[in-house]
């Protein structure tokens, strides 16, 4: 079965700061399933190192309706990269045929039940980040870091 997943959650060093969000628990995870790694923000064009960037309001499905924004935390408009960014995921999901996907919890693309608040001071607020709404769109089952028992249950992975 492939899964799509963060890259970071795999260790890659894709995050806005260089770093990583690496989950040791997804170890044994990688002996049963084929990983499809992918960064949302880099394949949409930004660069890594990035400027971090936030939802000012409501949440990656409004920002796909075109009724909400993505900025960074010096003011600049990354809606278009983000967008693009989740467009080009769902690109290799179809590929690969990927019927789940795990992906980083808070983020403003990955973020699958809670993303941060757009106050840029560590705040979240309920709802899904930019690829993780064009994903679910699409039927894509998704789950994060934070509940990878649900996952094993549900698609009965053993
Ligand atoms: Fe990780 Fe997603 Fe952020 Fe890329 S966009 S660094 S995969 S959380």
Request: with cysteine; charged share 25%.
């Amino acid at each position: 079965m492939n899964v799509l997943i963060s890259a970071c959650l795999l260790g890659v060093n894709c995050k806005y700061n260089g770093g990583n969000n690496k989950a040791d628990m997804l170890e044994e995870l990688m002996d049963k399933v084929t990983f499809i790694p992918v960064c949302p923000e880099q394949l949409g064009g930004l660069t890594t190192p990035r400027l971090p960037s936030e939802i000012k309001a409501m949440d990656g499905a409004a920002v796909l309706e075109g009724k909400a924004n993505v900025i960074s935390n010096k003011g600049e408009d990354v809606t278009v990269q983000f967008i693009k960014g989740a467009e080009e995921t769902l690109r290799i999901a179809k590929l690969y045929n990927c019927e789940a996907a795990i992906l980083k919890q808070r983020s403003p693309s990955c973020g699958s039940k809670e993303i941060y608040d757009g106050s840029f001071q560590g705040k979240v607020k309920p709802g899904l980040g930019v690829t993780a709404a064009l994903l679910a769109k699409h039927g894509i089952k998704l789950y994060s870091e934070e509940n990878l028992k649900e996952l094993t249950e549900q698609l009965k992975i053993k």
